[in-house]
């Protein structure tokens, strides 16, 4: 796994907005405004920590195609699990369950948040 998407994913994880996204989508994919709403951050937010999610690989973005035939972005995680391990040259991130076609998973790992630090 390179480098810096090692470092994106233990950024996110230690962000509790997008930690509290890549929760909301583990199990189906939501469009921003859901995910606002359900994750109970501003819009404005929701927009820029997705985006930093999507940069950093960590949830892809699909088109739903709802009942009113409108399609919509949604947003889903690209991975069913990450481990990370600290060795002599740092961490390291190895993520289960890729694939090229990424689909929403059973869950992620949850971290407490004593593993990741605090705001």
């Keep these: ?57 960590l949830v892809a973005e699909k088109n739903r195609l709802p009942e009113d035939c409108r399609p919509k972005n949604v947003y889903e995680l690209r991975f069913d699990g990450a481990v990370v391990t600290m060795g002599e040259e740092g961490f390291t991130v190895e993520f289960g369950g890729e694939s090229s076609e990424p689909t929403a998973y059973d869950r992620i790992a949850d971290l407490p948040r004593s593993a990741v630090g605090s705001d």
């Design 1 to 57: 796994m390179s480098e810096g998407r090692d470092r994106a994913f233990l950024d996110a994880v230690g962000d509790e907005d997008c930690k509290t996204i890549l929760d909301a989508v583990r199990t189906e994919a939501k469009t921003i405004p859901e995910l606002s709403e359900e994750c109970n951050i501003p819009l404005s937010t929701a927009y820029r920590k997705v985006n930093r999610l999507q940069e950093a690989e």
